[in-house]
């Protein structure tokens, strides 16, 4: 068994010379003792002189230091520029057919409705186009201007929508030719016929259904007159020539187009 005995001394502190004195003498006058010099020259070891000592038991393992503090972060690493664009796969397989879906309100009977006044507005339309025929005494074209005859009496704004409805306005002569051939149709029947012209907007002032003033008049003698003050309206005598009237009167009636 070994004892070691390890004396630092401080050469520099005299009281420290002293305890190594000691030491050094109490281990000179101990038996089978070897003082040996420590390389550092500061040092001395005491070793017991003697068979090698055994091994010592393994000391216990030390304590874990405390935790160092965290290093400083990293470089931040640079991205690298995108890869180029992969080729097109393959088309994938066809997914599976949906569940059906729920049946839509059918347009049917709405459908079939319309058809029927379709059908409904076809019918009067050509009911209406044959009446218009059929009251139609004769045509009179001139200047790519068509007149038509109606052979029924109605009042002047009768008269009007009639025109009207069937795309034309009521017949305004605005030249001698016009006028005679308006009158030519007029000598067919013995009723005199509304003309589209009336003052109902300036009195004495006679204009066009769309109030645009005329030039051309072909007034009798002594008309208009504006009888009972109550006469707006325009009519066609016998002769061609012209009479104010009562536009409530009841009057065939030339429609152009």
């Given at each position: 068994?070994?004892?070691?005995?390890?004396?630092?001394?401080?050469?520099?502190?005299?009281?420290?010379?002293?305890?190594?004195?000691?030491?050094?003498?109490?281990?000179?006058?101990?038996?089978?003792?070897?003082?040996?010099?420590?390389?550092?020259?500061?040092?001395?070891s005491i070793i017991t002189c003697g068979a090698p000592g055994k091994n010592g038991l393994p000391g216990l393992n030390g304590s874990n230091g405390a935790k160092g503090?965290?290093?400083?972060?990293?470089?931040?690493?640079?991205?690298?520029?995108?890869?180029?664009?992969?080729?097109?796969?393959?088309?994938?397989?066809?997914?599976?057919?949906?569940?059906?879906?729920?049946?839509?309100?059918?347009?049917?009977?709405?459908?079939?409705?319309?058809?029927?006044?379709?059908?409904?507005?076809?019918?009067?339309?050509?009911?209406?186009?044959?009446?218009?025929?059929?009251?139609?005494?004769?045509?009179?074209?001139?200047?790519?201007?068509?007149?038509?005859?109606?052979?029924?009496?109605?009042?002047?704004?009768?008269?009007?929508?009639?025109?009207?409805?069937?795309?034309?306005?009521?017949?305004?002569?605005?030249?001698?030719?016009?006028?005679?051939?308006?009158?030519?149709?007029?000598?067919?029947?013995?009723?005199?016929?509304?003309?589209?012209?009336?003052?109902?907007q300036y009195e004495g002032n006679f204009r066009d259904q769309s109030g645009q003033a005329i030039t051309y008049f072909n007034w009798y003698p002594g008309e208009p007159?504006?009888?009972?003050?109550?006469?707006?309206?325009?009519?066609?005598?016998?002769?061609?020539?012209?009479?104010?009237?009562?536009?409530?009167?009841?009057?065939?009636?030339?429609?152009?187009?």
């Amino acid at each position: 068994m070994e004892l070691h005995f390890q004396t630092s001394c401080n050469w520099n502190m005299s009281i420290m010379k002293v305890l190594c004195l000691l030491l050094l003498h109490v281990a000179l006058v101990t038996p089978g003792t070897q003082i040996c010099k420590d390389p550092d020259e500061n040092a001395y070891s005491i070793i017991t002189c003697g068979a090698p000592g055994k091994n010592g038991l393994p000391g216990l393992n030390g304590s874990n230091g405390a935790k160092g503090e965290p290093g400083p972060p990293g470089l931040q690493g640079i991205a690298g520029p995108p890869g180029a664009k992969g080729d097109r796969g393959a088309n994938g397989e066809p997914g599976p057919q949906g569940p059906k879906g729920e049946r839509g309100d059918s347009m049917g009977p709405a459908i079939e409705s319309l058809k029927l006044q379709i059908t409904s507005m076809d019918s009067r339309l050509r009911d209406l186009q044959a009446n218009f025929e059929k009251q139609a005494k004769d045509i009179a074209r001139i200047r790519k201007k068509n007149y038509i005859l109606n052979s029924i009496a109605v009042t002047y704004d009768e008269a009007k929508a009639t025109c009207a409805r069937n795309g034309g306005q009521l017949a305004v002569p605005r030249t001698p030719e016009e006028n005679q051939a308006v009158f030519s149709l007029r000598r067919t029947v013995n009723m005199h016929t509304f003309l589209g012209l009336n003052d109902l907007q300036y009195e004495g002032n006679f204009r066009d259904q769309s109030g645009q003033a005329i030039t051309y008049f072909n007034w009798y003698p002594g008309e208009p007159n504006d009888l009972n003050n109550n006469e707006d309206c325009v009519e066609m005598w016998d002769d061609g020539r012209w009479n104010d009237e009562n536009c409530a009167s009841r009057r065939f009636f030339i429609c152009e187009f």
